[in-house]
């Protein structure tokens, strides 16, 4: 399907409001029924139609639609962040007793699911590195039903093989999900490469504004079934119509925010290739990266996040440097339209730095839609700076 066509088009049904152009925010509870009968049948299928909006919700519905075709999966559940979209997929498919095979490093609050949630559970899961298809497969156990990947990861941009894992997993009946955040199905499409279950956080490229939060999961009808009639609405973790709203219209111009921010970050690449102080980078697309024939095999695009490692025996120089940065705001997050910084030294005790232990000098850009001169004179003050 024409990616203008989900994004302009697909789900909207503008003659029944008004023709409008922009959608209408059905910002309510609950939907009323003319017979007992019409009520009885609402409450026998929930997926079915809308009763209250914990479960489904007319502006949620055209943002699911949009969001799954544009995977090319049979349905989306849209979620209110992107952790809770995780905790939703993990939880759908896990029982006491099985083991969870994942990547390692996956995003933090993945990974307190993994450590302290699921543990109490009866549930035990392995981190392993992706980089290896087969060592990492040799982690698989007789009782593991789940295998948990994130490709590329948000600090070393770790990519696994998608559709080399997909397989083994798929003979032996073991479910994969995929954190597709970094690349968007813009860039990676999982589910091309059977993957079960994939997820991204709507909170950075989709939304692209730092206004709203969202999460996705998409699957196939029986998947997004099961997870809708179970966890998405025990928990109640579906995102609301005006969060909806503000990632439909992030969604407009998620292509050409993306375009923009892939050629920025082309310009800022070339100049940390120039610039003293920086020792290494990681970027998927570069033919410096490790797995660079993979990720061009499996990935279209990528843009936004670069890694790198200071060059610096003090933790002083690492913080004169973000300190004196005035385009670059420090914050987490990323996908906006404000370029970011964030050093993995703001989570470290200053007395514990160490300059021989690199992850101490790793520092993660985040370019977004600013004019790339802009950014770059902004990047070469700081660095005279420090
Ligand atoms: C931000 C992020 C999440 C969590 O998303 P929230 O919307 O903040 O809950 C999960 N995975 C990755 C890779 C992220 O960058």
């Not at 969202?214 to 973790?237: D, P, Q």
């Not at 100049?271 to 095999?297: C, G, M, N, V």
Request: aromatic share 10%; proline share 5%.
């Amino acid at each position: 399907m024409d990616i203008s066509y989900i994004i302009n088009h697909l789900g909207e049904d503008n003659a029944s409001y008004f023709n409008a152009i922009a959608p209408p925010i059905i910002q309510t509870s609950n939907f009323s029924f003319s017979t007992v009968d019409d009520l009885r049948n609402a409450f026998a299928d929930e997926m079915g139609g809308y009763l209250y909006s914990r479960g489904l919700n007319p502006t949620v519905d055209i943002l699911r639609k949009k969001l799954a075709a544009l995977d090319g999966a049979e349905d989306a559940l849209v979620f209110n962040n992107g952790a809770a979209a995780v905790f939703a997929g993990v939880l759908a498919n896990v029982k006491a007793g099985d083991h969870i095979l994942s990547v390692h490093h996956p995003y933090s609050w993945t990974a307190h699911l993994f450590d302290k949630l699921l543990p109490r559970f009866g549930i035990t899961v392995t981190y392993a590195d992706g980089a290896n298809t087969s060592e990492f497969l040799s982690h698989i156990q007789p009782n593991t039903t789940f295998i948990y990947l994130e490709s590329p990861n948000s600090w070393w941009l770790d990519i696994q093989d998608l559709s080399a894992i997909a397989i083994v997993a798929k003979e032996k009946g073991i479910i994969t999900m995929v954190d597709n955040t970094y690349c968007t199905p813009l860039y990676q499409r999982p589910i091309d490469m059977g993957i079960d279950i994939v997820m991204q956080t709507a909170t950075k490229y989709i939304g692209g504004h730092s206004d709203t939060l969202g999460g996705v999961l998409c699957g196939s009808l029986a998947m997004m079934r099961k997870i809708f009639l179970s966890e998405y609405l025990c928990v109640g973790s579906g995102i609301q119509p005006f969060n909806a709203w503000l990632l439909l219209r992030g969604l407009r111009t998620l292509p050409s925010r993306l375009d923009r921010i892939s050629a920025s970050t082309q310009k800022v690449l070339e100049y940390i290739k120039t610039e003293p102080r920086i020792e290494s980078f990681i970027f998927p697309l570069d033919p410096s990266y490790p797995q660079f024939e993979l990720a061009q095999k499996q990935m279209s695009g990528a843009c936004g996040l670069i890694s790198f490692y200071m060059n610096a025996q003090r933790i002083e120089e690492i913080e004169l440097f973000c300190n004196s940065l005035k385009a670059f705001r420090m914050a987490v997050s990323w996908g906006g339209h404000e370029s970011l910084i964030i050093p993995k030294c703001a989570g470290l005790n200053p007395a514990d730095f160490d300059p021989a232990n690199s992850t101490h000098r790793l520092i993660r850009l985040y370019i977004g839609l600013e004019d790339p001169e802009f950014l770059l004179n902004d990047l070469k003050q700081a660095f005279a700076m420090s």
